[in-house]
């Protein structure tokens, strides 16, 4: 089983960069894809980015490309999400999830396993 624990999060100003930490115990971290996804008041969870459990493979939401970078650190069970040039509609609570296998899914529904959340707020 793989609990994420998510740090990072804070109030920047457009334009800015923040980085997300996501801590996730379990001895199997190198095996597990990991993504994160956000939910700002009012709307849906929506998907941000993933990356496999070995790190070799991303994606990410179109609204978030060249903006956002995904990366992890098996040895450390860590991952993070590296957030630059920041804009008010980043503005959410932003979660990070665990599958139980180590392939990328963009669907909310294939993680198993979802940390607290932490809020990000980006003022214009």
């Known amino acids: 089983q793989v609990q994420p624990v998510e740090s990072g999060g804070g109030l920047v100003q457009a334009g800015e960069s923040l980085r997300l930490s996501c801590a996730a115990s379990?001895?199997?971290?190198?095996?597990?894809?990991m993504g994160w996804f956000r939910q700002a008041p009012g709307k849906e969870r929506e998907f941000v980015a993933t990356?496999?459990?070995?790190?070799?493979?991303?994606d990410y939401a179109a609204s978030v490309l060249g903006r956002f970078a995904i990366s992890r650190d098996n040895p450390k069970n860590m991952v993070y999400l590296q957030m630059n040039s920041l804009k008010p509609e980043d503005t959410a609570v932003y979660y990070c999830a665990a599958r139980s296998e180590g392939f990328i899914s963009v669907w909310a529904g294939h993680y198993d396993y979802w940390g607290q959340g932490t809020q990000v707020t980006v003022s214009p």
């Open positions: 379990g001895p199997t971290f190198s095996q597990t894809a």
């Open positions: 990356i496999s459990g070995k790190g070799l493979i991303t």
